[in-house]
């Protein structure tokens, strides 16, 4: 099982963003400002915060979004399996025309932008969850100032400042990880909503 | 070469009265009353008899104009009935050579070294030239598009072939459809790059009403205007043509009470020069979009012309087929290029 999830993941991981790049007509962005563009702006915000945070989460920021993280992964299950067959009918119709075809084929590339692009956004939030947890069970370990810390040159406490060291590290990724994903997260809402808003109405009006 | 063969661009699309998307296949269907299961080879036939059929129909003469289009079949006349029109239904074209003119004036027809060899020509007596055509009719679309070549401003059946389209392609429960020039975005770019303004001309032809003592009035529309503003500074690129268009389209042309605005004349064009490959291009303002479009002039893309400096028709040909495949269709057809992910 942990082979297929692997497996599962990798794909998830890879077509996801692929389909952050490319439109409905299935035309791929290659410009480095789509490939790394949004990476580096959020780089440089999650830094920013580490940076502001000092000492980590507080206990009511991992309340609310867990709170927040788990209606979310809530929602947007129903909203994958509403558009398993919503968004993408196939066209049975005898008549058909460049104008069905291009509808058709259009449908078929956003339902599936729509489903790997969402259950992306559930995974990070899921992965979000289980770092949140990690301050929630780990308190002290997890809301260390990590500039009160500095190196210094003893032998004598090689294991203690070694787990230090690990300890440090640790609380650097949890933050980055959760900033970086909740900023991830909050994008890929905005996309999934106002996406979804334009393309039923669009369908509306081919109506 | 005297003249200056050119290509030019048109697209047209269907416009249904109850403003359904219409293909062409339900317009043939509908017009020619053909049955539904009728397949795409059987229509594109069809359109083409009819297509045939009506170049010695009404539609191929305009009064206004004085100029026909027509098919002359008689191969000891015709120096290039080989290139007639012919259609690919896979491809939904049809393409050849078609024969136009002007008539409706009185002239002798006479050999140049001998004129006491001559004829009258009568006022229903056409001259007739050659031009090649290639026109899209795509049976699973609305939008269909065609390619011309014309010789000069005046050896051109630009203006008779876009109404004879328009007149052709209409039907009860259709509205007339439009031909617009339009030009592939590969060929503005292509012209474009590094280019500098020569000079920009306006251009109308007079229609004159006004009642006059002199007389002059009366002859106007013998006359074209041309106004030509030629920059000192060779160096203002083709991204300010605009500026120079919106500076210069205000100036008006004033006769007494009647004036006119240089901006609404006719046809604006303008002329750039690449200093790199130290060619010449001209472009013509398209109304319809607002921008200009470059004009494609066959110098430089055709290696071989006729005797009367018109282009060769086989290599013509190709040239179109191969415009058409890789400039043309994916312009009117984006949908074409759209995949499933």
Partial sequence: ?207 | MALNPKLEFFRFTLKPKDKNFKTFKEFAITKFELDKSSSDAEIMKKYFSYFIESLDGDYSKDENQKKQITLIKNEEVNKYLQYQPKFKSDANVIHGVINGGSYGRERILTNKNDTNECTEMSLDDSVLQYYYFLLYLPLDHNEGGFILHSNSGSESITKIFRRFISKVFGHDGFYKTEAELFSPISFQDEFKKGSHLQNMSFKKSFVDNIPNTNGISNKLDEYDIIVKVVPKNKGISISQINQVRNLFSKFILSRGNQTDIIGDFDETKFEVRNPINKSNKTFEWNKKDNEFSPVVYLEGRIDNFNLDGTPDFKELEELCQNLFNDEVLPELRPDLNVTRA
């Fill in chain 1, 1 to 207: 099982m942990s082979q297929e999830l692997n497996k599962y993941l990798r794909i998830l991981i890879k077509e996801s963003s692929r389909f952050e790049r490319t439109d409905i007509n299935n035309k791929v962005n290659e410009s480095f400002r789509a490939k790394y563009g949004l990476k580096l702006v959020f780089l440089i915000i999650t830094l920013a915060l580490i940076f502001l945070l000092k000492s980590g989460f507080s206990n009511e920021f991992i309340s609310f979004v867990s709170s927040v993280l788990s209606i979310l992964v809530g929602l947007f299950i129903t909203a994958l399996i509403f558009s398993f067959d919503k968004f993408y009918e196939p066209n049975k119709s005898e008549e058909t025309n460049s104008r069905i075809k291009l509808w058709d084929t259009q449908a078929y590339n956003y339902a599936k932008k729509f489903a790997y692009i969402t259950s992306k956004t559930i995974v990070v939030s899921i992965v979000t969850l289980v770092a949140l947890i990690l301050s929630t069970l780990f308190k002290e370990s997890f809301d260390l100032n990590l500039f009160e810390y500095t190196f210094i040159d003893e032998k004598d406490d090689l294991f203690e400042s070694i787990l230090t060291g690990i300890i440090l590290v640790s609380n650097f990724i949890q933050r980055f990880i959760v900033i970086y994903f909740l900023l991830r997260i909050m994008y890929n809402t905005l996309f999934i909503v106002t996406s979804m808003v334009q393309y039923m109405t669009t369908k509306i009006d081919r109506m």
